[in-house]
T-cell receptor
Framework: QQPVQSPQAVILREGEDAVINCSSS?????VHWYRQKHGEAPVFLMI?????EQKGHDKISASFNEKKQQSSLYLTASQLSYSGTYFC?????????????FGKGTRLHILP | DGGITQSPKYLFRKEGQNVTLSCEQN?????MYWYRQDPGQGLRLIYY???????QKGDIAEGYSVSREKKESFPLTVTSAQKNPTAFYLC???????????????FGQGTRLTVV
């Protein structure tokens, strides 16, 4: 039931682009993206709802393909501050009851 | 300042003892959640509550208990029945229907529990 994130980890140099994927075996209603720095609380990035939308702010954007039951997070021209672990959380069609299941996370490390 | 506060930050427990983790929010949020975080496992849902005096089990509720007597508070008790309680525990809250309408969740700074 836990969504699958890929890759598990990625190392980039500052200025390079990254894509983090999140896929589910169940029909999705919503996908949530959070970033957590070591020892800190996760911080909300964005949510995408059923409808196949895309969202973005600054150089971080995401897409949601409900047919494929997956979402992708795009980080362009990465900055050192983007380092951390990224989690996707999914809300499924079967349980619209405020229950969000998170993936295992993708560790992103940006080198100067 | 509004926010969500977890205490204590670090907690040590002897085997066989129950321990209660505190979570308080002054954001006037209806929904509150407890997650457990282990290395490489992501965030796993223990319990969640949408309104006062009501709560539901998450995916790993065994060995845990909660109460929601006040809107602001959602304490988590780790009982002696929890076989492997050493972990990082995160509490979160949100203003509405978390999974469908999309209000963001605010997380506390977490409590690191160690069984000694």
């Amino acid at each position: 039931q836990q969504p699958v994130q890929s890759p598990q980890a990625v190392i980039l140099r500052e200025g390079e682009d990254a894509v983090i994927n999140c896929s589910s075996s169940k029909a999705l209603y919503s996908v949530h993206w959070y970033r957590q720095k070591h020892g800190e609380a996760p911080v909300f990035l964005m949510i995408l709802l059923k409808g196949g939308e895309q969202k973005g702010h600054d150089k971080i954007s995401a897409s949601f393909n409900e047919k494929k039951q997956q979402s992708s997070l795009y980080l362009t021209a990465s900055q050192l501050s983007y380092s951390g672990t990224y989690f996707c959380g999914t809300g499924t069609e079967m349980n619209r009851d405020d229950k969000i299941i998170f993936g295992k996370g993708t560790r992103l490390h940006i080198l100067p | 300042d509004g926010g969500i506060t977890q205490s204590p930050k670090y907690l040590f427990r002897k085997e066989g003892q129950n321990v209660t983790l505190s979570c308080e929010q002054n954001l006037n949020h209806d929904a509150m959640y407890w997650y457990r975080q282990d290395p490489g496992q992501g965030l796993r849902l223990i319990y969640y509550s949408q309104i006062v005096n009501d709560f539901q089990k998450g995916d790993i509720a065994e060995g845990y208990s909660v109460s929601r007597e006040k809107k602001e508070s959602f304490p988590l008790t780790v009982t002696s029945a929890q076989k492997n309680p050493t972990a990082f525990y995160l509490c979160a809250s949100s203003s509405g229907t978390f999974s469908t309408s999309g209000p963001e969740a605010f997380f506390g700074q977490g409590t690191r529990l160690t069984v000694v």
